[in-house]
């Protein structure tokens, strides 16, 4: 296993603000996706649809196309180029990074 790759996306994701993380989670997530998670991804992506829903107004009223968004294209394809260990590493540091901010942003927002 290249550990390389791994901390090459969770450097990306630490410089992700919590929209991108979102949508990086529900692309991670979405039934269409060659991700191999050991986690209920119907369930995940029904959650971190409905947070981001919450945060940015503009994806809860429109179709928002991912292609307009080439870095979480670029995480995405980085991931779909791992073995199923190291994509569940990287959705694991995602989703705690998620769970974090949401927390902090609740707690003094």
């Known amino acids: 296993m290249n550990d390389d790759k791994i901390n090459y996306l969770i450097d990306m994701i630490k410089d992700m603000d919590i929209e991108n993380k979102l949508r990086l989670a529900i692309c991670m997530c979405d039934e269409y996706s060659h991700t191999n998670l050991a986690y209920d991804k119907k369930e995940l992506y029904k959650y971190f649809d409905n947070l981001l829903k919450q945060i940015n107004i503009e994806y809860k009223t429109t179709l928002i196309n991912f292609a307009n968004y080439p ?3 670029f ?10 260990e190291e994509q569940n590493k990287v959705a694991l540091y995602l989703f705690n990074s998620i769970n974090y901010q ?3 942003m609740y707690k003094f927002g």
Do not use: C, H, V, W
């Open 75 to 84: 995480a995405i394809a980085k991931i779909m180029e791992m073995d199923s």
């Open 102 to 104: 949401i927390e902090n």
């Open 71 to 73: 870095l979480i294209m």
